[in-house]
């Protein structure tokens, strides 16, 4: 069932706007990037569109959350803002979903 693959991220997505509507001056840094990466608990088949899908959803509540006043918490150093750390954030969590779910990446050790 390719329905129940979408339930992880939107998941996370609806706590992280439900935990943001209640503290919109606190920034959940890890939020963003664990929607996207989520999308690698649904397996391996389709992954790149799956995690690219799951990104866009992020980045889109990132955006919406941004314009509602929800992401008004500090950010990270390197960042000018919460909406661009909560965008990189995202697409790092979408890197991390492909590079998971096609296991790229060293070989486990046989012990």
Excluded: C, Y
């Excluded at 799951?54 to 955006?63: F, Q, S």
């Excluded at 509602?68 to 909406?83: K, N, T, V, W, Y």
């Amino acid at each position: 069932m390719k329905t129940r693959r979408w339930f992880p991220p939107l998941a996370f997505a609806v706590l992280w706007v439900a935990v943001a509507a209640i503290r919109p001056n606190t920034t959940f840094h890890l939020a963003p990037l664990i929607v996207a990466a989520a999308a690698a608990l649904g397996g391996r088949e389709g992954r790149v569109r799956w995690a690219a899908a799951a990104t866009a959803v992020a980045v889109a509540i990132a955006l919406s959350m941004s314009r509602l006043g929800l992401l008004e918490g500090p950010s990270l150093q390197p960042f000018d803002g919460a909406l661009s750390e909560a965008i990189t954030a995202a697409i790092v969590g979408g890197i991390l979903a492909i590079v998971v779910s096609t296991g790229v990446g060293p070989d486990p050790v046989d012990i």
